[in-house]
């Protein structure tokens, strides 16, 4: 049987990985094991950002919910593999799903907020995100009985000229936040002087710990390579070569994913066609891709690589 995850203990010795055609012969050699992010944006599939205009917020609560039914399934194949992940919960749907929620804590993984109400950040603005990010963290930790740490934004939407949202998680509590993607050229996210590697961010209210989303440096670029529609609709190799350069520099690299991806029923929604392939296309694959990388990479919750993060056998 495949053993937990273990890696961040850095007195455990590493040991080399077939890496197949994940990478490039120089990558081939014995790489350290390292504990990657495996995280799951919890929300319906009428909340993704392109999808807002065909799923107005009034009509969310008339709407079938899939996600309870498809992260039983992630729960199962997690608990197969040992593997401990983060799931980042829209506050919306944990009111309405309330026992999802604990049955994803009795697993064993790390609850985290995405909000209340999925908004990009900009919209909502400091008042509206605070109440929206206060909410969001009160309830789950209501549900859960344990802190809530950490915060993702919908859509990765802190961005240059929104760094208020960081003083505002850490007033209301958060100890670290994976919403910046370092890239460029994106409409709804993208910030792209930040490190590709956690960092923290010193604020006068505090210092906020910061995983960005995973990038792979390619001909002198970052390009977006951490999941989501970049896993489903794009080679895997490029996420996983991506996951072997964070190993190279002795980072954790971070993956996500939407139960939307993983489930093989697709709405019939009014919206323009480009919209409806970048939220749907490619989910026949994600099974069998998300089980090979599952196998393949050390997996952990976020929460395992904090600063002075305890991940002694039994923690």
């Known amino acids: 049987m495949r053993q937990g995850p273990n890696t961040a203990n850095p007195d455990l010795p590493s040991r080399p990985r077939d890496l197949g055609a994940a ?24 909340h993704p950002t392109t999808l807002a ?12 919910r899939r996600s309870p039914g498809v992260v039983d399934r992630l729960l199962e194949v997690l608990a197969e593999r040992r593997v401990r992940g983060t799931f980042f919960i829209l506050g919306w749907l944990a009111e309405k799903e309330p026992e999802m929620v604990r049955r994803i804590h009795h697993a064993g993984h790390e609850i985290a907020s995405h909000g209340w109400e999925h908004e990009l950040v ?9 109440t929206s990010v206060g909410r969001s963290r009160k309830l789950l930790q209501d549900l859960t009985g344990q802190e809530v740490k950490g915060y993702r934004a919908p859509s990765f939407s802190i961005v240059p000229g929104l760094e208020w949202a960081f003083d505002v998680l850490l007033e209301e509590g958060y100890g670290y936040d994976a919403s910046l993607f370092p890239i460029r050229s994106h409409p709804t996210y993208g910030y792209p002087t930040a490190p590709g590697a956690p960092h923290d961010i010193p604020r006068e209210s505090g210092v906020l710990r910061e995983f960005p989303a995973t990038t792979l440096h390619l001909l002198g670029r970052r390009l977006p390579a951490s999941g989501g529609a970049y896993f489903r609709l794009l080679p895997a190799a490029l996420v996983r070569r991506a996951l ?56 952990g919750p976020v929460e395992d690589t904090l600063p002075g993060a305890d991940t002694s056998p039994g923690s």
């Open 23 to 46: 990478g490039s012969p120089e990558l081939r050699s014995a790489v350290p094991v390292t504990l990657h992010h495996f995280t799951v944006d919890v929300e319906e599939y009428f």
């Open 53 to 64: 205009d065909a799923y107005p917020v009034a009509g969310w609560d008339d709407l079938p």
């Open 122 to 130: 900009g919209r909502l603005g400091p008042e509206r995100f605070r």
């Open 244 to 299: 072997l350069q964070a190993e190279r520099r002795g980072d954790p690299g971070m993956f996500y994913t939407h139960p939307w991806e993983l489930d093989s029923w697709a709405p019939d929604v009014d919206a323009p066609w480009l919209q409806r392939v970048r939220t749907f296309a490619g989910r026949r694959r994600m099974w069998p891709r998300l089980i090979r990388l599952l196998d393949d990479f050390e997996f």
